[in-house]
């Protein structure tokens, strides 16, 4: 296990690694963890960027595009909760990985509805971090939902990430937008809760699987003319939920 192990806050220092996979975007404001970081993802043919603070990184994301973001919470200048949403309303399907002590679950939760990919505990396994951040990276390269998807009397716009029903905007969090976009991608096949956890929320073990009911709930309740009997997002019962167009 890897504990909070020499750069001055908001330093920046690029890892180029041959035939590079593409580009990690490490946010940490500890020097000894982020050489820590570096070097794992370098191991693994990642090109890697460092940021120390929450501007360097919110500068270093807008410029490098990067293939994931590994984010600490408690940052200089922005915060790690702000900072998670303000990338996710720049690019949805940039998978972020949120590194840190805290470990109370409302937090998780809280992150997870921020738009946050996954979520793993200080002190962590290197294999277990890169093994999360590869799988969040497959995750959005499987086939692209169209950028405007309507169904209904809904019409959703990934892109945008703006949402109207019977001609109305619907206010859509970002974690909302990822769960409705996975239904969509897999209409008609039935999802158990924990295919939605694992795909979705990112997690291999939650807590419970009642944070999928509720935001199934939440959705419902957004865009069904009859949230009560919905036509749409169906419940199988036994067995999980199902999206029928």
């Given at each position: 296990m890897v504990n909070d192990l020499e750069m001055a806050p908001g330093m920046q220092e690029t890892s180029l690694a041959a035939n590079s996979r593409g580009t990690i975007l490490v946010v940490e404001d500890d020097p000894r963890l982020q050489k820590v970081l570096r070097r794992i993802?370098?191991?693994?043919?990642?090109?890697?960027?460092?940021?120390?603070?929450?501007?360097?990184?919110?500068?270093?994301?807008?410029?490098?595009?990067?293939?994931?973001?590994?984010?600490?919470?408690?940052?200089?200048?922005?915060?790690?909760?702000?900072?998670?949403?303000?990338?996710?309303?720049?690019?949805?399907?940039?998978?972020?990985?949120?590194?840190?002590?805290?470990?109370e679950v409302v937090d998780k939760v809280l992150l997870l509805e921020l738009g946050a990919d996954d979520y793993v505990t200080k002190p962590f396994s290197p294999r277990e971090l890169t093994?999360?951040?590869?799988?969040?990276?497959?995750?959005?390269?499987?086939?692209?939902?169209?950028?405007?998807?309507?169904?209904?009397?809904?019409?959703?716009?990934?892109?945008?990430?703006?949402a109207w029903r019977a001609g109305n905007p619907v206010v859509l969090t970002s974690h909302?937008?990822?769960?409705?976009?996975?239904?969509?991608?897999?209409?008609?096949?039935?999802?158990?809760?924990?295919?939605?956890?694992?795909?979705?929320?990112g997690y291999n073990a939650y807590p419970t699987t009642r944070t999928v009911d509720n935001q199934i709930l939440k959705l419902r309740q957004k865009l069904e003319s009859d949230p009560a009997t919905p036509r749409h997002l169906l419940t199988i019962y036994g067995a999980g939920y199902k999206f029928v167009p």
């Open positions: 993802f370098a191991d693994e043919q990642y090109t890697v960027v460092v940021a120390g603070d929450g501007q360097t990184a919110l500068d270093l994301f807008r410029l490098e595009h990067p293939l994931a973001v590994i984010l600490d919470l408690i940052l200089p200048q922005i915060s790690g909760r702000e900072l998670c949403q303000t990338f996710k309303s720049i690019s949805i399907d940039t998978p972020v990985i949120v590194l840190s002590a805290i470990t093994a999360r951040v590869q799988a969040a990276v497959r995750r959005q390269h499987k086939p692209r939902t169209a950028a405007t998807y309507r169904f209904a009397d809904c019409e959703i716009d990934f892109k945008r990430m703006t909302e937008f990822k769960l409705l976009k996975f239904f969509i991608e897999n209409a008609e096949l039935v999802l158990t809760r924990e295919v939605l956890l694992n795909e979705v929320w």
